[in-house]
């Protein structure tokens, strides 16, 4: 059971905009500790795609996007493509577990 | 997008000890504000936070492991190492070895994860 939660799966059709959320608690999320966000294409380390909740490394392109709000976080990928299909998780900071991930999220294309 | 070199055995029997190294090229592991890190992925699942080794060798562990890792650094190397004891089946996953790079001020709540090791498949089986 992951400290925060999210979807186990979601889809979309190309072009298409998906949001993956991220639901943690006041130990983490809520007290105003930040989310960064990792994408793990099939049989690869995970890459860091957005720091800061909001924040996108170089390299990055700019249909992805993230948001934070009270005890949750959001994902956002516009203009869905087939090299999008991976899993995706959260990870932020925790007062009583430390660093901490989400289960996960597998992003299917149509 | 590999950035750190990890190297160590695929397979380890019950009860021995799991030993890898992750080396960090064209860097030091004793300069900055960094965290070297191991994480790992059993498979089909989720990521989970092993342990980490500040710049200054000073070390923390996840509390679900403590009792069984050690994190070292070897600055002449440029490398840090893992070492899992009293291993079982529930310890077969993929290992990372990842930087933690420190942003704002703050301590530990003030990391995020921007290069990683190509992964080790660490099986425990006799």
């Known amino acids: 059971q992951s400290v925060l939660t999210q979807p186990p799966s979601v889809s979309g059709a190309p072009g298409q905009r998906v949001i993956i959320s991220c639901t943690g608690s006041?130990?983490?999320?809520?007290?105003?500790?930040?989310v960064h966000w990792y994408q793990q294409l099939p049989g690869t380390s995970p890459k860091l795609i957005i720091y800061?909740?909001?924040n996108r490394p170089s390299g990055v392109p700019d249909r992805f996007s993230g948001s934070k709000s009270d005890t949750s976080a959001s994902l956002a990928i516009t203009g869905l493509q087939a090299e999008d299909e991976a899993d995706y998780y959260c990870q932020s900071y925790d007062s009583l577990s430390d660093w901490v991930f989400g289960g996960g999220t597998k992003l299917t294309v149509l | 997008q590999a950035q750190l070199q990890q190297s160590g055995p695929g397979l380890v029997k019950p009860s021995q000890t799991l030993s890898l190294t992750c080396t960090v090229p064209g860097g030091s592991i004793s300069s900055g504000s960094y965290y070297w890190t191991w994480i790992r992925q059993p498979a089909g699942k989720g990521l989970e936070w092993i342990g980490r080794m500040y710049t200054s060798g000073s070390t923390n562990y996840n509390p679900s492991l403590k009792s069984r890792v050690t994190i070292s650094g070897d600055t002449s190397k440029n490398q840090f190492s893992l070492k899992l004891s009293s291993v079982t089946a529930a310890d077969t996953a993929v290992y990372y070895c990842?930087?933690?790079?420190?942003?704002?001020?703050?301590?530990?709540?003030?990391?995020?994860?921007?290069?990683w090791g190509q992964g080790t498949l660490v099986t425990v089986s006799s």
């Open positions: 990842a930087r933690a790079t420190h942003y704002g001020s703050g301590t530990y709540y003030r990391y995020y994860f921007d290069y």
């Open positions: 800061r909740n909001s």
């Open positions: 006041s130990s983490n999320i809520g007290a105003g500790f930040d």
